[in-house]
């Protein structure tokens, strides 16, 4: 399949070990945020979301944390699996003039779990 | 699987000609955008359709253009094929009306314009 992150920041995690991505969003005028799971040759895949009115949400094994003081949303694994091996994404979605909403995505990070 | 589908999956052009490609709204889902992406990069955003009408538009040149049929699937059409054209477009479906602005993506179509 093809490579989707080349030259993307790794995180290389053992096998069981939590995971932390970190992201950094420009946009103070954001309310939605989400992270998306990529896998080489497939679409992005929606792990997670959290609102602006909101500073935590947790899913199965995944939490998102949003600091909008300093504009900054992380995403924790826990007991991280060979299968969560991908590039995650961090998504601000924003509603340029009323019309629509485009999601801004962030550079992506690389997850490699080793087992 | 999200329940969006796009085709085709791989795509080689030449530069100069012109390309369409399609995608397939998740049931219940009226709206589509387009996104492009380079390699190694996060999606940029190319527009977003809407009950048939654009509905927000990223920084790509007017030879980027658009459609959604009544069903809500939707077509990109790109004239005049650049090199740089050269990315893996994938369309996302949302229903705008729901106030909840989930997008899910497809699998995305891989062009390699030479």
């Known amino acids: 399949g093809e490579n989707v992150g080349l030259h993307l920041p790794t995180l290389s995690v053992q096998e069981g070990d939590n995971s932390i991505i970190n992201c950094a969003y420009s946009?103070?005028?954001?309310?939605?945020f989400i992270w998306y799971k990529q896998e080489s040759g497939k679409g992005p895949q929606f792990i997670i979301d959290?609102?602006?009115?909101?500073d935590k949400r947790q899913g199965q094994r995944v939490t998102v944390l949003l600091n909008k003081t300093v504009k900054h949303l992380s995403l924790q694994i826990a007991a991280t699996q060979p299968g969560d091996s991908a590039v995650y994404f961090c998504?601000?979605?924003?509603?340029?003039?009323?019309?629509?909403?485009?999601?801004?995505f962030g550079g992506g990070t690389r997850l490699m779990v080793k087992p | 699987e999200t329940g969006v589908t796009q085709s085709p999956t791989h795509l080689i052009k030449t530069r100069g000609q012109q390309v369409t490609l399609r995608c397939s709204s998740q049931?219940?889902?009226?709206?589509v955008s387009w996104y492009q992406q380079a390699l190694g990069q996060g999606p940029q955003f190319i527009f977003q359709?809407?009950?048939?009408?654009?509905?927000g538009r990223g920084n790509f040149p007017p030879r980027f253009s658009g459609l959604q049929f009544p069903n809500y699937s939707s077509e990109l059409n790109v004239n005049a094929l650049e090199l740089d054209d050269s990315a893996l477009y994938l369309c996302?479906?949302?229903?705008?009306?729901?106030?909840?602005?989930?997008?899910?993506f497809g699998p995305g179509t891989r062009l390699l314009v030479l």
């Open positions: 996302a479906s949302s229903s705008f009306d729901s106030g909840t602005e989930t997008q899910y």
């Open positions: 946009n103070s005028a954001s309310d939605y």
């Open positions: 959290i609102r602006s009115n909101m």
């Open positions: 998504a601000e979605n924003i509603t340029p003039n009323n019309a629509g909403n485009m999601l801004t």
């Open positions: 049931s219940g889902h009226n709206t």
């Open positions: 359709y809407y009950r048939e009408e654009e509905n």
